[in-house]
C-alpha cells in the first residue's frame, strides 16, 4: 500500500479562506456567475463550514442531503487551502465509483471554475492523483530479482507466466496490475509487486519504478484520492512516525465522504486476520517442496529446509483440528475462552523465523537481503499474531473463527475492536487539526450525537442541512399495512404477500423498480415467482445471484429504462441511477442486521454491561442508517420523481416504527392493503388519492 512520507513545507495562509469561498458559493456568487451552476444555499452553508474547518485546523462533522454538492463544497476550499498553506489535501471515499468521480466529474468543475475567474488562476494548476494499494504496482527491483532467480522461485509453469509479465513491463505506462490482461497469476504477481520491502528508495528509480514514481507524484499533489480501506489499512500499520503533525502525511488534512460507513470499515482494519490460506501460501513461497521451489532455496541447506515443510505440516494440522472441532457446525464461532486449542503451531512458526534470520547473515545488503528480510518479516507476523489470538490478548477486541472459500475449507481467525470510537478518536480528533466526515446520512431523527459518539467525536462541531430536492412535491410513499410480520410461523405467508404486492406494484409504474431485499432467501424466492412474468411484460430483470457484478446489474437497469432490479445489502447504498429508469424503490423488509455475528454479540454484551438496550442502541439507529440509504436511491437529481413503497407492515404497528416514518423524506404517506390498494396506489403523475396521513411529529 501506499505508504505515508516526506511532504512540501507547509506555511501559514495570508488569505481569509472562509472570505474566499463566500465568494464563490453565495448567492449570485462565482459559481452562479462563471459556471451558471444553480445556486444552493445548503451548498453555501457546508462550504463555509468546511473552509472555517480547514483555516483554523478543527474538526467538522457535516450532514447534507442528497443533491446539495457537497463534493464543490469541500473540494473548492480543499484546493484553494492545499495551495496557499502547502498542505495536501486528502479526500477519502468508501465507493471507487466516487473517488473516479472526483477525479473526472468534480475536480475538472473546480479547475474551470479557477480557470475563469482572473482572482482565482492561481489554484487552476492544482494536481490530484488516485491513489491504490501498493500491491497492484509492479516493481522492476522485484522483478528482476525474480528473474535472476526464476529457476529457484517458480516451477516450469509459471516462468513463462513472469516472462510474460516481464514483457509487459516495457511497454506499461502505469505498472497496475489492472492494465495487464489476463490477469496475472496470483503467485507470480506476488513475488514482484511493490508490496515488498526491496521496492524502496534505495534500490528504486522513480523513473522505472511505478509505484516510486506515483509516490513522487503524490508528494507533488494538492489532492490526493484514497478509499476508505486504504486510508484505515495506513492508519491501522502505523500511519506517520510519532509526533508527527497530520494523518497520513505530513502536516496534511483529511475530507473523509461516505462517512457513514466509517465506523465499520475503520473496525475491519483495526483488526487482525490470520487464514490457513494465507499461511500456508506464505510458507511455500519460501519453499514448496512439491515444486522443489521458493525464496530461501537457493540459500538454505536441507535442516532449515526441512523446518519449513514442518511448518507447513504443522500449520494444515492446526488449522484443519479447529474446522473439525470448532467449525464443523457454524461457519463463525466466537472464541472468548482461553486454552480454547493447542498452540502446537507456535514453535514451528518460530523455528522458521530463526531459519530466516540464518539465511538473513549470509546475504549482503541489498535489494535480494532486503526481499528476504520482508519474507521473515512477515513470517514474523503470523507467528506473533496467532500467539496473541490463541492467548486472547487484546482484552476490547473481540476474537472468532470462520470458514470461507468455495468448499468452505479455509479457516480464518478474526479480531476487530468492540468499540472503535477510542481508536478514531486517537487516529483523527486528539490533535487540533482539519478532518471533516460528511455524508447524505449521518443522523438519527436530526440528531448526529450517535454518530458523534460511534466515530470518538463527541465534543467535535456538527452540522447538517437538508436536501434541497423538492421531495412534498415529486414523491409519493406508500406503506402496506396487511404485509405479514417475517416470522419462522408465517415465513410462507410472509413471502406469498411480498410476491404478491411487489408485483401489483412494478405492474403500475412505467419506469425503472429497484426492489431491496434483507435476505437472498427473500429475493430469490421473489425472483423464481416473478421473473418470467416481468420478462412476459416486457420489463428486463435483474438480481443479485445471477453472476452479475454489481457495477454490471446497475448499468443493465439503467440502460432498461423499465427493469426490475432485486438487490440486498450492497444495493441499500451506493446506487445512483437518476431518471425515469428508476422510478420506484420497494423496501420489501425494515433492514434489521441478525445480531448474532460475533462484532455485534460482543457490542451488545458491553451496552448491557453499561446498562443500555442494545436494540435501541445498536441495531436500531444502524437500521434506520441503512433505510435512509435506501429509500436515498430514488431522487438523485432535481426534476427525478418517483415512488417508495415500504411492504413492511412494522412501521405501522411497532413503537419504533414512527422512527422510520420519520427517517422518510416527505411529511405524509398513504397507507394501503390488498382491498384498498387499486383506489389508493397510482402512479406519481396521476392525481393523489385523498387523505394521505401525516408522519408523527419528530
Known sequence: MISPNEGAESRSSPIHLPDIVSG????????????????????TAMAAAVSQSMASDTPLIFEAGTGVGKSLAYLVPGIIHAIESKRPCIVSSNTIALQEQIQNNDLPICRQLFQSIYELEQYAGFKSIILVGKGNYLCPTRLANAIANKTELFPNDEIDELQRIAAWSQKTKTGLRQDLSPAPNYDVWEMVN????????????????HYQRARAEMRKAQVVIVNHSLLFALLSAGGLAPNAKGILLPDDFLVIDEAHTTAEVATEHFGARISSYGLDRQLKSLFNPKRKSGVV???????????????????????????????????????????????????????VVQVMDGI????????????????????????AGIRRFIDLAEDDHVHWIERSGRRQQIVTLRTAPIEIAPYLKEELFTEERSVTLTSATLSIAQDLRPFQKKVGAEAREAHRVESPFDYEANTRIYVASDVPAPSPEDA?????????????????????????????????????????????????FFAQGQGLSR??????????????????DSF????DVPGPALSQVIVTRLPFDVPSHPIAEAKSER???????????????DALIKFRQGIGRLIRKKDDKGIVTILDSRVLQKSYGRQFLQSLPKSKFIRMSQTDREERFCDINEELPPNPQRIPPR
Not at 441499500?572 to 446506487?575: E, K, L, N
Request: glycine letters at 8%.
Open 24 to 43: 464563490v458559493f453565495a448567492e449570485g456568487g462565482l459559481l452562479q456567475s462563471k459556471l451558471d451552476l444553480e445556486y444552493r444555499p445548503e451548498q
Open 360 to 383: 538473513l547473515s549470509k546475504i549482503e545488503d541489498g535489494a535480494m537481503h532486503d526481499e528476504i528480510k520482508d519474507q521473515r518479516n512477515r513470517i514474523h507476523s503470523y507467528y
Open 607 to 621: 451496552i448491557k454491561e453499561n446498562g443500555g438496550n442494545p436494540f435501541a442502541e445498536l441495531t436500531l439507529p
Open 194 to 209: 511493490a508490496e515488498g520491502s526491496a521496492c524502496n528508495r534505495k534500490n528504486c528509480n522513480p523513473n522505472t519504478c
Open 297 to 351: 532455496r537457493k540459500w538454505a541447506h536441507p535442516k532449515q529446509l526441512q523446518a519449513i515443510v514442518d511448518a507447513q505440516d504443522a500449520a494444515q494440522e492446526f488449522f484443519g483440528y479447529i474446522a473439525a472441532t470448532q467449525l464443523a457446525q457454524r461457519p463463525i464461532v466466537r472464541i472468548s475462552e482461553p486454552d480454547w486449542c493447542e498452540p502446537t503451531i507456535v514453535s514451528p512458526l518460530k523455528a
Open 551 to 568: 457495477s454490471e446489474l446497475t448499468e443493465g437497469f439503467r440502460a432498461a429504462r423499465n427493469g426490475v432490479l432485486f438487490g440486498t
Open 572 to 575: 441499500w447504498t451506493g446506487v
Open 492 to 540: 410462507r405467508l410472509a413471502i406469498d404477500s411480498l410476491i404478491d404486492y411487489i408485483e401489483f406494484c412494478v405492474d403500475k409504474v412505467p419506469g425503472g423498480t429497484l426492489a431491496l431485499f434483507t435476505s437472498y432467501s427473500d429475493l430469490r424466492k421473489a425472483g423464481d415467482a416473478l421473473e418470467s412474468r416481468f420478462e412476459q411484460a416486457g420489463r428486463r
